[in-house]
C-alpha cells in the first residue's frame, strides 16, 4: 500500500551568522523564518536563527521602519515584558506575476504574504508576442489605477512564467511554426521596458508552479519532494533541501520529457500520455468545445466519459514517472497539481496512487503522492514570487544548506 500524506510541523530554513557585513543575509534569512513559519517575537528568531538578540532587534528595527514588517498584539502569560511577535507586512512588497500558458495568459498582483490582491485573465488561439505583451501593459496599467500612489512604489518587479523552448511545440498546439517561431529572440527586459520600469525576472513555467507550491503549498511539509504541473503539456520542477532546484539551465524537474509507453504501443513522452491538450483533442474529436478547458471558472462537467479516460491514462503514466523518478533521488513525497477543478486532481491523485501501488517497486521506498494546494494559478503565483525571493528572501540550495 502507498503510504498517505504525513502532517508535520513547517521546518525552519537554517541558522545565521553574526559577523561584520552580512546584514543583507541574516535580513533575508529572518524575513525567510517569517514568511516561511509566521510571525514570532524577535527572541525567539534570535534562538532559531542562532544570532543574537541584540543583532536581531537592530535588524527587526530597520526591517519595520522600511515597511516590511508589522507587530503583531503582545503575547501575555510569561515571566517579564509580554512579547511582540513580528510578522511581515502585506502591503511591504508587491509583485506581479505572468503566466504565458499555450492556450490562456494569467495576470497576478500579490502582496508580500502571498495573497492575490488582483487577477486577469486572457485566453488565444496560441501565444503570440504582441498579444502577451499587450495584455501585460494593460494588466499593470489595470492594476497600478486600483492602488495608492504609496502601494505602487511597493511593486518591486514582474515575474514571467514561460514554456521551455514555446517554439518547439507548434505541431502539437496547432500553431503555424512561423508565428511561435518569433518567441525565440524575445528579450524580456527590452519587451517590457518600453512600457513598464519594473525590473523583469524570467523563469520556466513548471518551475515557477513548483515554487508556489514550494512556498505556499505542500512544500512546508517535506524537504525533498518532486512536483508535477499538469498543464496544457505536464511539467514539473524539483525540491531539494528546502530550496527550488533549477538545474544549470533553469530547466531541472522536466518530467514532461521521460520516456514512456504509450497506449497503442509506441515510445513516446510523459507529456504525449499526460498532458490535458490530449483530453482537448478528444473533446474536439466528439464535437465538444475545447476552450471550455481554459474558461473561469472552471466547469468540466458534460464529458464524463472523455475526463475517466484521460485520468486513467494519466494516472497509469504518473504511476511509471514517479517510480522512474524516485528511482533517482529517494524523495519523500511525489505532488501532483494542475490547470483543473480540484475535483479531478484529486481524483487523479488517488488514481496514481492506486496505479503505484502494483507495479514493480522492488529496491524502493515508495513516496506518499498526494495532491497539491496551489491549484491552476501556481504558474502565476511562483513568477510572481520571483521578485520577491531575487530581492528579499533566502531563495538557494546552497544558501540555504550553509546558512
Not at 528579499?392 to 546552497?398: E, Q, V
Request: net charge neutral; proline share 4%.
Amino acid at each position: 500500500m502507498v503510504n498517505v500524506a504525513r502532517q508535520v510541523e513547517a521546518r525552519s530554513p537554517s541558522s545565521g551568522v553574526n559577523q561584520q557585513g552580512v546584514r543583507d543575509h541574516n535580513e533575508r534569512l529572518l524575513l525567510s523564518m517569517m514568511q516561511r513559519l509566521g510571525p514570532h517575537a524577535g527572541s525567539d528568531l534570535a534562538k532559531m536563527a542562532n544570532l543574537s538578540p541584540q543583532t536581531v532587534s537592530v535588524i527587526l528595527r530597520g526591517l519595520e521602519n522600511d515597511g516590511l514588517l508589522a507587530r503583531g498584539e503582545p503575547q501575555r502569560g510569561k515571566v517579564g515584558k509580554p512579547s511582540i511577535p513580528m510578522g511581515l507586512a502585506a502591503d511591504g512588497v508587491l509583485s506581479i506575476g505572468l503566466k504565458i500558458g499555450r492556450r490562456s495568459a494569467d495576470l497576478v498582483l500579490m502582496d508580500f504574504l502571498g495573497n492575490l490582491r488582483s487577477q486577469l485573465q486572457t485566453t488565444y488561439r496560441y501565444p503570440m508576442p504582441e498579444t502577451v505583451f499587450g495584455f501585460l501593459r494593460a494588466g499593470i496599467a489595470s492594476f497600478q489605477a486600483s492602488l495608492s500612489q504609496a502601494q505602487v512604489k511597493r511593486i518591486v518587479g514582474i515575474g514571467i512564467a514561460k514554456p521551455f523552448e514555446i517554439w518547439n511545440w507548434s505541431e502539437t498546439i496547432g500553431a503555424p511554426a512561423e508565428d511561435l517561431d518569433q518567441w525565440r529572440d524575445i528579450n524580456f527586459a527590452a519587451q517590457i521596458g518600453q512600457f513598464s520600469t519594473l525590473p523583469v525576472f524570467v523563469e520556466n513555467d513548471a518551475t515557477a508552479a513548483c515554487r508556489a507550491e514550494h512556498i505556499f503549498g505542500k512544500g512546508r511539509e517535506f524537504r525533498d519532494f518532486a512536483y508535477f504541473f499538469v498543464g496544457s503539456f505536464i511539467g514539473g520542477g524539483v525540491v531539494l533541501n528546502h530550496s527550488v532546484f533549477e538545474g544549470i539551465h533553469g530547466n531541472a524537474g522536466a518530467f514532461g520529457s521521460l520516456p514512456t509507453r504509450l497506449a497503442d504501443g509506441r515510445n513516446g513522452q510523459l507529456l504525449d500520455s499526460a498532458s490535458l491538450f490530449l483530453l482537448e483533442a478528444t473533446l474536439a474529436d466528439v464535437g465538444l468545445e475545447p476552450s471550455r478547458l481554459w474558461a473561469q471558472p472552471q466547469d468540466w462537467t458534460g464529458f464524463p466519459n472523455q475526463l475517466e479516460a484521460w485520468i486513467e491514462q494519466a494516472a497509469q503514466s504518473l504511476a511509471y514517472a514517479a517510480l522512474t523518478i524516485c528511482a533517482v533521488i529517494d524523495f519523500e513525497a511525489i505532488v501532483i497539481d494542475g490547470a483543473f477543478p480540484t475535483i479531478v486532481r484529486d481524483r487523479l491523485v488517488r488514481r496514481t496512487r492506486e496505479a503505484v501501488s502494483v507495479l514493480d517497486s522492488r529496491g524502493l521506498a515508495l513516496p506518499h503522492i498526494i495532491g497539491g494546494k496551489t491549484g491552476g494559478n501556481a504558474r502565476a503565483i511562483g513568477a510572481a514570487s520571483g521578485p520577491v525571493f531575487s530581492q528579499y528572501l533566502l531563495n538557494t540550495h546552497a544558501g540555504l544548506a550553509s546558512a
